[in-house]
């Protein structure tokens, strides 16, 4: 598998996948034009490198901002690793906010709610 990087825009967050050690990490603001076009093609790296090997595989991320549609291609990414991590892969998420980011907080604490996976949440 090939690395995944993107860089980021003012509306798309960068992106690094690298699969030689299963550290993903994704930062920044995430409200593209077209959510589900920016996300099908990470979904996709997702889905294939879960598939092909059997690293163990942590999430860092650190999103300012979501909109609606990043929040379901979220939800999508978080159930490839939560089924994943059901089938016995080592799964961590890690969501890094700013402290005066009270509304990214509120996020990452309602994503870990719905996930059955370990999830840390860390202050900046």
């Given at each position: 598998m090939e690395l995944?990087?993107?860089?980021?825009?003012?509306s798309s967050p960068a992106v690094y996948f690298d699969p030689e050690n299963g550290q993903?990490?994704?930062?920044?603001?995430?409200?593209?034009?077209?959510?589900?076009e920016f996300y099908a093609p990470i979904i996709g790296w997702l889905k294939a490198f879960v598939a092909e090997t059997d690293f163990a595989i942590t999430l860092?991320?650190?999103?300012?901002?979501?909109?609606?549609?990043s929040v379901k291609c979220l939800m999508d990414i978080f159930?490839?690793?939560?089924?994943?991590?059901?089938?016995?892969?080592?799964?961590?998420i890690i969501w890094r906010y700013h402290k005066k980011n009270s509304r990214a907080l509120e996020t990452a604490e309602e994503f870990s709610e719905d996930l059955m996976l370990p999830f840390q949440i860390e202050a900046l």
């Open positions: 995944l990087s993107r860089v980021a825009s003012i993903l990490t994704m930062s920044g603001e995430s409200y593209p034009e077209n959510t589900f860092t991320l650190e999103l300012a901002y979501l909109n609606t549609g159930d490839l690793l939560e089924d994943a991590f059901q089938e016995g892969r080592q799964v961590l």
